[in-house]
């Protein structure tokens, strides 16, 4: 499973040129911490992300408290949703698989794939490439998802639907997506009753991000950064609950105690 599908951005500067595939034209460029690949069409775009990607590298290390990465990945931007398709389709979704359009972008311990920026009016929905602060906290989000599987047992987090809410709130909340408007959302369910019980339901609905965002903040409140850092290697909820010392019940209690203020 690939939890992360999001959105993300481009870059410029010609290197060798990598053939991933017949059917595209790669550039490859090699980068400190990772390996850019990106078709000529792309070529305009690759130096503004590249200093976006620059720019998340530093967040994601600052907010877990590190110097780097554990390794190296690949970040691969498709020129087009029917190429991202084929990819994913031979990664992990199976033949014939047709992607969402708010789906652009995805991120695990080895790799980043991103629809081109220049698709998203045609191909996308959801997303504005020209808004320079949501396209940086989109790639700081998936750079969260790279981290994070390179921290854990399973570096595509296969099998791991049950904590797709830590592993969404965490990008939320340390990309910085956890914004006012999200934050009111949650808040406003909580005084009409509307939140789920269980932390499997968190990760549910139009207002999902918000949701699994703020209960990742309040346990970044509660428990401490680097307890939140601890549970980077967890694979299922009993683990968290386990190590957190409490139950399913009390965790979501003290959060929806604690939300409001």
């Known amino acids: 499973m690939r939890i992360a599908l999001l959105v993300l951005i481009c870059f410029v500067g010609l290197n060798s040129f990598a053939g991933q595939r017949d059917s ?9 911490l990772f390996t850019l690949y990106y078709t000529p069409a792309d070529s305009s775009i690759i130096f503004t992300i590249e200093k976006d990607l620059a720019t998340g590298t530093r967040s994601v290390t600052r907010f877990f408290q590190t110097k780097s990465f554990k390794k190296k990945f690949d970040v691969y931007i498709f020129p087009n949703r029917d190429e991202l398709n084929t990819q994913w389709s031979k990664d992990w979704a199976g033949p014939g698989f047709k992607s969402a359009c708010w789906m652009v972008a995805s991120g695990v311990a080895h790799r980043l794939d991103i629809l081109s920026p220049f698709c998203w009016k ?11 602060d949501e396209v940086q906290k989109i790639i700081t989000h998936e750079l969260v998802h790279v981290f994070h599987a390179q921290h854990n047992p399973k570096p595509t987090f296969d ?3 049950e904590l797709s809410w830590l592993v969404e709130g965490l990008a939320t909340y340390a990309s910085g997506q956890l914004n006012e408007e999200r934050i009111n959302k949650v808040k406003a369910q ?6 789920p019980l269980t932390l499997t339901r968190l990760w549910t609905g139009a207002d999902k991000y918000g949701r699994a965002g703020s209960f ?7 428990y401490g950064r680097k307890k939140l850092i601890g549970l980077l290697k967890y694979t299922d909820n009993t683990s968290i609950l386990q190590s957190l010392k409490t139950d399913e019940a009390a965790l979501i209690s003290k959060w929806r105690e604690k939300m409001p203020e």
């Open 159 to 161: 099998g791991m639907d």
């Open 216 to 222: 990742v903040q309040f346990m970044d409140k509660e």
């Open 190 to 195: 909580l005084k009409q009753e509307k939140i």
């Open 122 to 132: 045609k191909e996308a929905c959801d997303h504005n490439a020209g808004d320079a």
């Open 24 to 32: 595209l034209q790669w550039i490859k460029k090699q980068e400190k």
